[in-house]
């Protein structure tokens, strides 16, 4: 009875947009279209709430065609701690990772190779080629946009299939940039990666005039019937770098909704990267213990 109470509460939440768009898209008609602040009220109301999460997690990396899959028993305790246990086939530990807001720590347990590391995100960005600090991971790990915020007068709003997608305005001076490309001209997921439009120099010299914010264009689709976030992408226009999150499988929680599959895609800027990570199992708002010990016969590195 209570589980369905608390599936009842969770369709009242999708209001009658969500049960007005799923009509709509069973008769093939289109989605109604929305505002942004419409939107990502509408995607806040059914955004998981947690305070503690726990993943098993099939994970498969590809970098510069090297594959690695492994099992990633991760756990989260909000705006706090990402705790993380590395598994590969053969079932033995071989990392442990902890990530807080300012620190990021490994056990690498390879034999061979065992030593502990501890920086900041600054080095770990580097090594990773992707710039993800711990409230990127956790945005990641949780299912929500990346870097959205709350500020809808930022982004302008369009029906994309049975998508909306939110795409953030940008200055005059980026569409130069961008050969006469507006936002609206962004609202297709499956679109090519941007790129300058500009011959070298002009381009350069426009680019060191620019806030560095102003030149990382900003798009995110959302679920037309749950609001659930679908798609991400990321365009730097000053590195190159094309950054991509795609989720799919809805896993119902009494405290809302987990993607139950997360593929994270960069390329350019000298990164070739896809990342598929797969539920297996998890549970929400139960505490864990994060156990990191480092042995003292570890070596220690500052660099990785």
Known sequence: ???LVYILLGFSLLGFAGCSNA???AEGKPLRPRDPGYIIKHSEKNALDWDW????????IEVNDAKESFTLNLRMAKDSVIWASLTPALGVEVARIKLEPDSVRLISKIPMNKFVYEEDYEDFQGFLGVPFDFYTFQELFSGASLGLGQDNE??????DGDDYVLVEKFPRKIKKLLGGIDERSLTVKNSESLTVILNQR???RVMDRTDSEDLLIKRYWFNGVSFTPTVDIFD????GLTIRV???????HEEGFLPKYTILKAIGDGVN???ELEIRRSKVNKEYDLPFDPPEDYERKTRL
Not at 53 to 60: E, I, R, V, Y
Not at 154 to 159: A, D, L, M
Not at 236 to 239: H, K, T, V
Not at 246 to 252: A, I, K, N, Q, V
């Open 23 to 25: 009509k709509r898209i």
């Open 236 to 239: 730097d226009l000053q590195s």
């Open 53 to 60: 999460l726990a993943f098993k997690l099939d994970t498969k």
């Open 154 to 159: 930022k982004f302008i709003s369009k029906v």
């Open 1 to 3: 009875m209570r589980r």
């Open 246 to 252: 795609e989720r799919s499988g809805l896993e119902e």
């Open 202 to 204: 002009r381009g350069n």
């Open 273 to 275: 990267l896809e990342a």
